[in-house]
């Protein structure tokens, strides 16, 4: 006499090949629900192409006026310095922290100048890494970026530096 079907292998291994497709979908639904889209992704190419000119002129004019910076950190607060000649005016100084991985740990301070012509900042609890620092100034007018390692033991050079340029 023949087995019932529900006691036989081969109806059991075919229904299990759509079952694991219903499995897998649902895995891949979970995680693309759970990471949304990829910030790194652009949809307007063109404008990001003339944005990208736009930051390369702004760090070719800070490497015509000259400006470079100290940075020091010392426990949670760093310290930036006019290298050589400052200019006339020190307007306030927007920098910008970017974790090398990581955008949510990103953060921005805008800092004026004290007596001395230093400009002073606290850092958050950031964790050790690789981090870029951009400076620019109130009117938007140069910009300055560089990667740092932090926490800095000792003074870097901040220095206008064109990739590719």
Known sequence: MEKPWYKQFWPWFLMSLPFSVIIAMIITL???ARYG???MVVDDYYK???GINAEVERVQAAQALGIEFD???VDQQFTL???GDKPQQLTALTVNFYHSTQ???DFSQVLTADAQGVFKGDLPAT???KWTIT???FDDSWRLSQSLNLPAYRTIVLEPLTYGV
């Open 37 to 39: 889209d990829n910030p």
């Open 127 to 129: 964790e050790a890494g």
């Open 71 to 73: 940075f020091n950190q």
């Open 30 to 32: 979970t995680i693309a």
């Open 81 to 83: 310095r006019y290298r």
């Open 48 to 50: 990001k192409g003339r």
């Open 135 to 137: 400076i620019t100034p």
């Open 103 to 105: 955008s949510d740990k």
